[in-house]
């Protein structure tokens, strides 16, 4: 059986996409999701990728939910942070609770989904931590100060972990996906996109998951073990840091 790999928010749109490539590449996948049990299901018949039920903004079901996928599949060597929402609005009319749920899952989901596998990591001297982060985190945008501020938030996270796991065998990376066709995006209406959005991408068009999904693949193999710290963008040169 090959090496465990745990992706949340792995059900659907990159994360899903993250899922897959993981399973392609021989990995015991297991999918976590927040709420979605109908995505979730449609995407274990399709897959045959199992989906766990917990939010990574709760760090008690975050323990509970490790506990259950290490006892059925073995321990995480891999755990990809891909969980993300956004509650948009301009600053002035941004509410606490805006601002509180976009931390709680985006940043402190972080914290939550990684301190309970570190341990095990650490003793095991082997783990791949894979944070999804976003060119909003990098560039700042308007409308989202609460996103921004938790995607910058990852990236300061991810390098301080990186110094900590290094001598434990553990990496620690980001990738910073720009605009990338999900559901997401592709429901923005088409005439922004084309021609407010894709206009300000190099690469003249939008990021595919798969696209983030082999990047993650890379990070997370054994061959990416100089590699710790890290940011990459993937963003078809919409920015460069
Ligand atoms: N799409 C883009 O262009 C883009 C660009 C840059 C960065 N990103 C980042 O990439 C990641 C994936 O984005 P996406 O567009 O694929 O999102 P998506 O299609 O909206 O999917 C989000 C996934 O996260 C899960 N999720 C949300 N809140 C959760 C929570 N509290 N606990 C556990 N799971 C939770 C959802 O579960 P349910 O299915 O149950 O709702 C779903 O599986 C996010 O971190 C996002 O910020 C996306």
Redesign the pocket.
Known sequence: MGKVALV??????????ISKALKEAGYEVA???????D??RAFTEETGIKTY??????YEACEAGIKQVEEELGPIAVLV??????RDAMFHKMTPQHWKEVI???LT?LFNMTHPVWTGMRDRKYGRIVN??????QKGQAGQAN?SAA?AGDIGFTKALAQEGARAGITVNAI??????????RAIDEKVLNERIIPQIPVGR??E?EE?ARCVVFLASEDAGFITGSTISA?GGQFFV
């Open positions: 949340t928010g792995g059900s659907r749109g990159i994360g899903a996409a999918a976590n999701y927040a709420g979605n049990d995505a979730a039920k917990w939010s990574v903004a709760d942070n891909n969980a993300g929402i956004t709680d899952t985006n989901g999804i982060s976003s060119i909003n985190g996103y995607k910073c996906p720009g605009y990338i066709g999900t559901e997401m995006v939008l990021g998951p983030i963003n």
